[in-house]
């Protein structure tokens, strides 16, 4: 944990902060209305003024913070106010400074601050006005700073009649030097209510000249219902001599001399002179700002495109429905096939159809909960309305969701099907919580999915266990990444017309420390759709170019080393790059290297596939598609992919001597590949009838069984006598 600097003028700025009479059992009221602002303005559920001491924090107003005791080093705010300007934390996680700050790391979750210093008229700054969240934020921006700034601007105002208030010299400085000439509006009156002085904003914002302040009562600041309740505050701030923790009113509302009303900011401060308490009261038109907060805390709960509550909104809400101890049920949905309507219609029909099941949704739920958008085509309903309901009522609704979204939605003259799945779970049965209830109901969703979709599935405890070893897995991945329990083993691949070696195809395993030695098929799915697929694919292609690298300095020179990619691999690095870095840190060229990929990967990351592998051919890498023939857009691939080579599958290689449709998918195969100039191999080949048949039909290449299993290297270079010639020769 980085600690925050002391500054060189700290014993000044500490002098500073003493003349306002703050402490941790000494808020300032006046300030509460700042830190509302900041916290709605934002939709952050913590913000706050903090004052740094010496060594210690503390709070001159904040709302959303629980009990906090927390020194100058933890604090956020005392690395701010060595700033000039407002400090943005985004992922207090992933900074340096902060990632093992106890805020952090502890109960209070601190992800996300963003602070800017509070200076007094000297420049000493006294504390940071923040706000604070428990997750990340990459969207606040230039216009957030600047209204971070214009409150800043507030709170500030506000520290300084607090020291104004205090101090009986300028208590006693007249009213005109002070509020004259102030933006703000300030009205100055007494105990019995008369207004002394306005300044000319103040004269302005009630429609009045400067000169009539004298004779009326300050109750006409507000309207007539509101009149009591203000008579009623100064009677408590005369009595106690102080305004010091006496709440003032969040919703109020003026009038003009002629007669309109406006929403007012209304902020009141008192000192003693001669025996007596004089007022001040800052006023403000905040109609504008209250109507800006309102639309931003719309949009902030509000899904934009279907006009749905968005996810932040539904869990607000399920959160308080259980926290009441409401019975309640959850429905997650979500679209089947929606990508490829998505993908094929464009994104336009694509928001149309999600308008249209928002639309639909929203009708299902209007007298029974909310309807919401989750994300992308994944939406829910919190079902509160009914009874009692319970499991029955809500697969039932659940039923009827199906049934809805597959009625036929016509947008821009296309007739669109498209369908659903649903999981659900009720509290109190399957969860007393908001987030394990609606991680309950996604359990369930993903169930419906892999069942095949289209259905409902109620949640039961099974899944939960489901899910802990699904986590478990992914655990003991991380753990075989760090502790390198990842192997290569290399597939030999065979010329079909002289039986020599061409080269291997590189294949992981994994060294279990309790299981043994794990097949792909063990763990390659998880592997591929985790966090680590990247990772991993990394490591595979160094260490196979490194291999390869190696046996062709050791009698081998024309050897050629496949390697798989996961699809990940696309989406988090330039791969380009990284082939050509790793091929130039083992010297290896690159006519050596033949990447692999599937059609599924071609047709997820389309755009980026194509440019990658583009640069990769100019580059001179191999390309090829393995299991060519499974896919459904095998023959578009082939004109828009730079390949160099078709891998045909398993299943047809070991059917084409009992089947004839298998036969000729390999004759297509071979055909399409002699079009395009491409080279073929066959996967999969058990027998010397398979290999004599392939030979026959015009196949270059291939590997299986008949030649070899996966080897480790050490085997590998033993079976096929890599090294063996060099050795001799040194040996003579």
């Known amino acids: 944990m980085k600690c925050p600097p002391t500054l060189a003028t700290d014993n000044e700025r500490l002098a500073a902060l003493s003349r306002y009479g703050l402490g941790p059992d000494k808020p300032l009221p006046s300030l509460d209305p700042v830190v509302q602002i900041a916290a709605r303005m934002f939709g952050m559920p913590v913000a706050a003024v903090n004052m740094i001491g010496n060594d210690h924090v503390f709070f001159a107003a904040s709302v959303g913070v629980g009990e906090v005791d927390m020194s100058r080093d933890v604090s956020f705010c005392a690395h701010a106010i060595t700033q000039d300007d407002v400090m943005v934390v985004p992922d207090a996680r992933l900074d340096d400074r902060f990632h093992d700050n106890p805020l952090v790391t502890g109960d209070a979750n601190l992800r996300f601050y963003a602070g800017v210093p509070l200076l007094s008229p000297e420049g000493h700054a006294l504390g940071a006005l923040c706000v604070i969240d428990g997750k990340p934020h990459e969207d606040f921006s230039a216009e957030d700073r600047q209204r971070l700034r214009e409150l800043a601007k507030m709170a500030s105002d506000r520290l300084e009649l607090r020291r104004v208030e205090l101090s009986t010299e300028q208590a006693r400085r007249p009213f005109e030097e002070f509020a004259k000439n102030s933006p703000t ?94 007022f001040n009261a800052h006023l403000q038109d905040v109609t504008a700002r209250r109507r800006e907060e309102n639309e931003l805390h719309r949009m902030a709960s509000t899904d934009l495109l279907t006009g749905l509550a968005n996810r932040a909104r539904f869990y607000r809400r399920t959160e308080r429905v259980l926290t009441s101890a409401q019975p309640a049920a959850v429905v ?52 509160t309305a009914a009874a009692e309901p319970d499991e029955a009522m809500a697969m039932g609704m659940a039923q009827q969701v199906i049934e809805k979204i597959a009625e036929p ?69 991380h753990r075989a990444v760090a502790d390198g329990e990842f192997v290569l083993f290399y597939q030999p691949q065979i010329r079909l017309n002289d039986g020599a070696l061409v080269g291997a195809e590189a294949l992981i395993r994994w060294h279990h420390p309790v299981r043994g030695l794990l097949a792909p098929a063990a763990f390659l799915p998880a592997l591929d759709g985790g966090p680590l697929a990247a990772t991993v694919g990394a490591w595979i292609l160094d260490e196979a170019c490194a291999q390869a690298a190696r046996w062709r300095r050791a009698g081998a ?39 692999e990929i599937t ?134």
């Open 185 to 278: 509006a300030v009205v100055w009156f007494n105990e019995a209510r008369n207004i002394v002085a306005w300044n000319d904003a103040a004269a302005r914002l009630y429609g009045h000249d400067l000169k009539d302040s004298a004779g009326h009562s300050a109750d006409m600041l507000l309207v007539e219902g509101e009149r009591q309740a203000f008579r009623d505050l100064v009677a408590r701030a005369v009595a106690a001599g102080s305004v010091d923790g006496i709440e003032m009113p969040v919703e109020a509302h003026g009038v003009r001399k002629d007669g309109t009303e406006f929403q007012l900011g209304l902020s009141l401060f008192c000192w003693r002179e001669n025996g007596r308490l004089t």
């Open 557 to 595: 020179p024309d050897f050629r080393m496949g390697v798989n990619l996961f699809g990940a691999q696309f989406r988090v690095s330039r791969l380009a790059d990284e082939v050509i870095a790793a091929l130039d840190r083992h010297g290896l060229p690159p006519q050596a290297l033949e990447l």
């Open 409 to 477: 939605i016509v947008i821009d003259g296309h007739e669109v099907h498209v369908g659903a799945s649903c999981g659900v779970a009720v509290a109190p049965l399957h969860a007393q919580e908001a987030l394990e209830l609606i991680g309950n109901a996604d359990l369930a969703l993903f169930q419906a999915k892999r069942l095949g979709g289209g259905q409902a599935f109620g949640f039961v405890t099974a899944l939960r266990m489901e899910a802990a070893a699904r986590r478990l897995y992914n655990m003991e991945l």
């Open 599 to 732: 059609e599924n990967i071609a047709l997820d990351h389309d755009e980026l596939v194509v440019e990658a592998f583009q640069r990769l051919r100019d580059y001179g890498v191999g390309v090829a598609f393995d299991d060519f023939g499974t896919g459904y857009a095998s023959l578009s691939l082939l004109k828009r992919y730079p390949l160099t080579r078709l891998k045909m599958d398993r299943s047809f290689v070991q059917g084409m001597l009992e089947s004839e449709r298998d036969a000729s998918v390999i004759r297509a195969v071979l055909d399409m590949s002699r079009a395009f100039n491409l080279e073929t191999i066959a996967e999969g080949v058990e027998t010397e009838a398979q290999r004599l048949a392939l030979q026959d039909a015009g196949c270059d290449e291939a590997q299986g069984y008949l030649f070899n299993r996966p080897l480790p290297a050490a085997q590998f270079e033993e079976a096929y006598r890599i090294g063996l010639s060099t050795q001799n020769r040194n040996s003579a």
């Open 332 to 383: 997650m949905i979500d679209l089947d096939g929606f990508k490829d309507l998505n993908d094929t219609l464009g994104h336009v029909v694509g928001d149309g159809i999600l308008s249209e099941v928002g639309q639909r949704l929203q009708a299902l739920a209007a007298n029974l909960g909310l309807a919401a958008r989750i994300g992308g085509d994944e939406f829910a309903l919190l079902l």
